[in-house]
């Protein structure tokens, strides 16, 4: 039997509006395609103009802009552009392009000798940023690290950012310990802060921390700023074994006036007599063996 026309037209018009649903997500799925092109042009097209700005803008304003901004981006691409920038004449624009190369590592590697170069920069925060640099592609030696960063310690805007960088090199080198203890020793609650936060991520062995250990022990005793206090028994807290000295100071910090530091200083005991039964034990096993 033949379908009549009504018919045929209702049956067009169902499988239109059915079709419509399945048609649609497959042209979003074209679109998406082309907004991301859209996008990754455009993001190329700013990173150019950014290149343009910081290779021959004669704002240095403008220029440092540029850089901080390509820093940001991770523009891999601008490398060049911004290893040219550690020349420029304004130490804004050559401390922004250390900072980018700083930011683009491990990809700025082909940076090293001007970054190196960079250290001798009569601007302290252009030498400061390009030792950070060089240290996070593991180009820099811990004792030219240190004389670059240890006299900055005493630099009341760059002290911190340089303990920072300092305390993340290499804690056993002697110069680095030098500045450190120095930095423990005579630097300002943010510098300390920094220097105590530092070693705890390092998690000296007991041999590698034992020229800290005086100064740690007394930190925990008699530092002035709470937050020192609760750093350097972390930083005790990661030392294994746990050295006789630094017990004692534990000990004491027991009886510290900041809730922080007894509760620091009770965990990192805990965890210390923990070890030790596990080594008695194992001892005990082995001698039985």
């Not at 670059?148 to 090199?169: F, H, Q, R």
């Amino acid at each position: 039997m033949k379908i009549p026309s009504s018919a045929a037209v209702a049956v067009c018009i169902l499988v239109l509006a059915l079709a419509v649903p399945a048609m649609a997500p497959a042209q979003d799925a074209r679109k998406r395609p082309e907004k991301g092109r859209d996008h990754d042009a455009r993001v190329r097209e700013h990173v150019e103009d950014l290149m343009q700005r910081l290779a021959r803008d004669k704002d240095p304003e403008v220029r440092a802009s540029a850089a901080t901004s390509l820093g940001k981006m991770k523009a891999a691409g601008a490398i060049p552009v911004l290893t040219g920038a550690l020349a420029d004449a304004a130490p804004a624009v050559r401390a922004a392009a250390a900072v980018a190369l700083w930011r683009l590592a491990p990809d700025s590697r082909g940076s090293v000798p001007a970054l190196e170069k960079a250290l001798g920069d009569a601007t302290p925060l252009v030498r400061l940023n390009a030792a950070g640099a060089l240290n996070a592609l593991d180009a820099g030696t811990p004792s030219k690290m240190a004389a670059v960063l240890g006299p900055l310690l005493s630099d009341a805007d760059l002290a911190k950012s340089a303990a920072e960088v300092l305390v993340s090199t290499d804690l056993e080198n002697a110069d680095v310990r030098r500045y450190v203890l120095e930095g423990l020793t005579r630097g300002e609650g943010d510098v300390r802060k920094a220097i105590v936060l530092g070693m705890a991520d390092a998690r000296l062995s007991s041999e590698a921390a034992l020229p800290y250990v005086p100064r740690l022990a007394e930190a925990i005793r008699a530092d002035k700023a709470v937050e020192v206090r609760v750093g350097a028994v972390r930083v005790a807290q990661e030392i294994r074994p746990l050295p006789k000295e630094l017990a004692a100071a534990l000990d004491a910090a027991l009886k510290d006036e900041s809730t922080q530091v007894r509760e620091a200083a009770t965990q990192a005991l805990s965890l210390a007599n923990g070890d030790a039964q596990q080594r008695a034990l194992e001892e005990a096993l082995r001698k039985r063996h």
